[in-house]
């Protein structure tokens, strides 16, 4: 497979990646809309000081349109960009609203930007890193104030900032560089295994035109065998004659024993030397020589007229022969 139609498989699995993990992310945002009821409860036990009821009820409200614009934009154009940008303009908005509400987890900031990771696309990687940081300096501003009255090592709001943000700013550089390899690993990953996937889709086509070709080629054979000599194994492709199955069964090694054996059973009387000697799979590679196949006609034990022929279908290195085909049809 060329590598114009692996790269078009690639872009059709990102893709289809984007539709999933949209749907997912739209899922989300569903969930998102129980911080409110959550929120509510914390409220209940005095576990938040200065947050409302009313602060729950609008982050609920909040997330619910949000999920419901998210859900348009998926019916419309479920892989567009802008669709997943809008999943994590969602989360950051509403990291805003927790954030007004003195609700911060500053972890959360650094976990959207490793989400959009699972899109396996720098561009909407970095988009998402650049728009999370703007919204992580818009809160840390907007909270300065308010965390300044609240402690003594910072004298103004100013300086809160530019204490928080410089920290938030290395911790998110370090997440951006980690961040980045990973997205470059993922890629590798899922490239390396849609390209051997492709390799193997396309073996087993081969394989099975092959298969579909020998059978029709052998289809006015009664017995026809793949033989690896050097395994002593084989594969029955065709047995138009049914004391072959009932002798062979299920097995598919001792190939240079059991075919003497059925040939022992079946074959007249007057010439069953000879067979014997043809199917002597120790003389087989001197007999046959350079030559391409050797046959053999004999009778069975009915008279019937059979010719028995070994082909070559693979020789080794020294020259030696690997794998025959062998057959057998009326004569």
């Known amino acids: 497979m060329n590598d114009k139609n692996i790269s078009s498989d690639f872009e059709s699995f990102l893709v289809e990646n984007r539709n999933k993990i949209n749907q997912s992310f739209n899922n989300i945002l569903w969930i998102c809309i129980a911080a409110g009821p959550l929120i509510a409860i914390a409220v209940y036990f005095k576990v938040f000081a200065g947050v409302t009821y009313l602060t729950a009820l609008l982050v609920s409200l909040f997330m619910l349109s949000l999920a419901l614009i998210h859900k348009a934009l998926i019916k419309r154009r479920v892989a567009s960009f802008v669709t997943c940008i809008v999943a994590f303009l969602a989360i950051d908005c509403l990291l805003i609203v927790m954030d007004s509400a003195h609700l911060t987890i500053y972890i959360a900031w650094f976990l959207i930007p490793l989400l959009s990771l699972q899109f396996c696309d720098f561009k909407l990687y970095f988009v998402s890193v650049a728009v999370n940081y703007c919204f992580m300096v818009l809160a840390t501003w907007h909270m300065a104030p308010y965390f300044t009255e609240r402690r003594t090592d910072v004298d103004t709001p100013l300086a809160y900032f530019l204490s928080r943000i410089g920290g938030l700013t290395v911790e998110m550089l370090v997440m951006i560089c980690a961040g ?72 598919r090694t001792n190939a240079k024993q059991l075919i003497p054996g059925l040939l022992n059973l079946v074959v007249a009387e007057s010439c069953k030397k000879e067979v014997l000697s043809f199917v002597d799979f120790s003389t087989l590679d001197a007999r046959i020589g350079d030559n391409r196949s050797i046959e053999l006609s004999f009778q069975n034990e009915n008279d019937e007229k059979r010719l028995a022929r070994f082909l070559v279908s693979g020789r080794g290195e020294d020259g030696r022969i690997t794998h025959v085909i062998w057959l057998v049809k009326e004569a």
């Not at 470059?184 to 849609?194: A, C, E, G, H, V």
């Not at 394989?207 to 017995?223: I, T």
């Not at 194994?233 to 069964?249: C, K, P, Q, S």
Request: aromatic share 10%.
């Open 180 to 251: 980045y390899v990973l997205c470059s690993m993922i890629l590798r990953y899922y490239r390396n295994l849609i390209e051997k996937a492709a390799v193997v889709s396309r073996d087993q086509m081969v394989l099975a035109r092959n298969a579909a070709q020998l059978k029709a080629l052998a289809g006015d054979y009664l017995w026809v065998e793949d033989i690896d000599l050097t395994k002593n194994t084989f594969e029955l492709i065709v047995a138009n004659d049914e004391r072959v199955e009932e002798y062979m069964g299920d097995t």
